[in-house]
T-cell receptor
Framework: SAVISQKPSRDICQRGTSLTIQCQVD?????MFWYRQQPGQSLTLIAT?????????ESGFVIDKFPISRPNLTFSTLTVSNMSPEDSSIYLC????????????FGPGTRLLVL | AQTVTQSQPEMSVQEAETVTLSCTYD???????LFWYKQPPSRQMILVIR??????QNATENRFSVNFQKAAKSFSLKISDSQLGDAAMYFC?????????????FGKGTHLIIQP
């Protein structure tokens, strides 16, 4: 398994500003994922972040809005840029771990409210 | 693209009874993983059970078991002897096997209520 922490756990931001969310894993992992969970909704994959390469974004998500860094095998950041109230969501970091089991584990999430 | 459908927005069960949550999916792939995740009010996503599509045997984890019907593309979760702590949102999820598409595709979730 993998233990994942995220910072901040929650934040309230003004529209037009940016917020960077940090994700730290207790072991080295190749793949890290960022998901968004809008209020009362399911999880949607934003992007996949591999160390040493550009993140791969899913349809509907762009790098200018959600830039991602992956400086090493245990850490990643997601920035939500130029925020609007529609960005109010829970943002979850996830990693694939466990060798052949290939299970995805999730962080506790960052709850973001944009006013 | 793969899709995952959970047709039951909410289910209610009496404590100690058995409940089955439904999940269907659509894919053209032959190899993949299926998961059930639990999200309690704390919002932490917790893996409940995992099924590899190439395995015919249904996965079991204590009180949790699945009924995996590959031809029908069905993946239901059975919870036996329901406990109050089982109350949560349950999400069915799909993941491709290889090919670079390693993210999960989630269903909309089923809210499970446990009646004491």
């Amino acid at each position: 398994s993998a233990v994942i922490s995220q910072k901040p756990s929650r934040d309230i931001c003004q529209r037009g500003t940016s917020l960077t969310i940090q994700c730290q894993v207790d072991s080295q992992v190749t793949m890290m994922f960022w998901y968004r969970q809008q209020p009362g909704q399911s999880l949607t994959l934003i992007a996949t972040a591999n160390q040493g390469s550009e993140a791969t974004y899913e349809s509907g998500f762009v790098i200018d809005k959600f830039p991602i860094s992956r400086p090493n095998l245990t850490f990643s950041t997601l920035t939500v840029s130029n925020m609007s109230p529609e960005d109010s969501s829970i943002y979850l970091c996830s990693v694939k771990a466990g060798g052949p089991q290939e299970t995805q584990y999730f962080g506790p999430g960052t709850r973001l409210l944009v006013l | 693209a793969q899709t995952v459908t959970q047709s039951q927005p909410e289910m209610s069960v009496q404590e100690a009874e058995t409940v089955t949550l439904s999940c269907t999916y659509d894919t053209s792939e032959s190899d993949y993983y299926l998961f059930w995740y639990k999200q309690p009010p704390s919002r932490q996503m917790i893996l409940v059970i995992r099924q590899e599509a190439y395995k015919q045997q249904n996965a079991t984890e204590n009180r949790f078991s699945v009924n995996f019907q590959k031809a029908a593309k069905s993946f239901s979760l059975k919870i036996s002897d329901s406990q109050l702590g089982d109350a949560a949102m349950y999400f069915c999820a799909y993941r491709s096997l290889g090919g670079g598409a390693d993210g999960l595709t989630f269903g909309k979730g089923t809210h499970l209520i446990i009646q004491p």
